[in-house]
């Protein structure tokens, strides 16, 4: 398969090792990359855990509930009969399918950006904005990890880490993207372990608190890795956690049967600060028509 561009251009900036930030979308085509030094020009704003570029916004009021317009039950069951007409098939075993639905707030990007909290934030040029509790991958010190996120429930639930942790069904597909990230790691890795499984994370959302089952994996990696940056990122693309299993196959069935383009929406940010990566899955994602 011919690589895009993009994944060079990515690769000479890493062999350099130039500060940039960049961001991927879902189906790795339209990628934008620039240096961090050249930031204040792009109406570009991040904020990850360990760097930022961010706009000092005053912060006018408290930020309103989202409402938003509830899914057509047809449209949600037209997509839905395709789904599970292949997943009776065989020719997948997990897939997530999302919709794009329509927000009904005024809503200042600005705002929202200063007050939210996350691990993952964006304001790309007030077309659209994310707020991501999850990373893609990471390298520090010749490693590799990504930290598959799937099983989520409500905090305030009785007992509620171990509900989580004993539900079948929740167990069943952490186990699946467990298993699709350690392969995909051992295509650009060696020595891919499973370092923790299945530990317990705190997230506050707007509606309360949730708890999120999420696993490390790690590998190890060459000295020279700064200048594979675009083929590493390249190789694991698109996320399993936000595609399925095996990817390939599930992203044919997700176009198949999602109503929209998802663009940036699922795709990827990330910034390489000359020595280290951090990445995230842009997933909680505002975007104006």
């Known amino acids: 398969m011919n690589k895009p561009d993009w994944v060079t251009e990515l690769n000479v900036l890493g062999e350099r090792k130039e500060p940039f930030f960049f961001i991927i979308d879902f189906d790795a085509k ?11 020009e ?7 855990r360990n760097q930022e ?6 912060t006018k ?7 938003f317009d509830k899914l057509d039950l047809k449209t949600f069951k037209k997509s839905y009969d395709i789904v599970e007409n292949h997943l009776k098939r065989g ?11 329509e927000l009904k707030n005024q809503l200042n990007f600005e705002q929202i950006f200063s007050q939210i909290k996350a691990k993952y934030k964006v304001l790309f040029k007030d077309k659209w904005i994310c707020f991501s509790p ?3 991958i990471e390298i520090n010190n010749n490693k590799i990890f990504t930290y598959p996120m799937k099983g989520t429930i409500n905090a305030n639930i009785p007992d509620a880490e171990n509900t989580l942790l004993k539900n079948e069904k929740e167990l069943a597909e952490h186990n699946t993207i467990v298993d699709l990230l350690r392969n995909d790691l051992n295509r650009v890795s060696k020595n891919v372990r499973v370092t923790k499984f299945r530990y317990i994370e705190s997230i506050k959302t707007q509606k309360g608190e949730i708890l999120q089952a999420s696993s490390e994996i790690t590998g190890d990696l060459p000295n020279d890795w700064h200048k594979r940056i675009g083929n590493i990122l390249f190789e694991l693309l698109p996320a399993g956690s936000i595609s399925g299993a095996p990817k390939n196959k599930t992203v044919e069935v997700i176009k198949e049967a999602e109503n929209y383009n998802r663009g940036f929406y ?7 600060n000359g ?10 994602f505002i975007e104006k028509n």
């Not at 699922?266 to 390489?272: L, M, R």
């Open 61 to 67: 009021k408290d930020l309103e509930n989202l409402k």
């Open 53 to 58: 570029f961010i706009k000092n916004i005053e």
């Open 30 to 40: 339209n990628v934008y990359a620039w240096l961090y030094k050249d930031l204040p």
């Open 275 to 284: 020595q280290s990566l951090d990445t995230g899955v842009m997933i909680r």
């Open 134 to 136: 999850e990373t893609f």
């Open 266 to 272: 699922t795709g990827i940010c990330g910034f390489y």
């Open 42 to 48: 792009k109406n570009v704003f991040f904020q990850f």
């Open 91 to 101: 020719d997948s075993y997990l897939i997530n399918l999302s919709f794009c639905t």
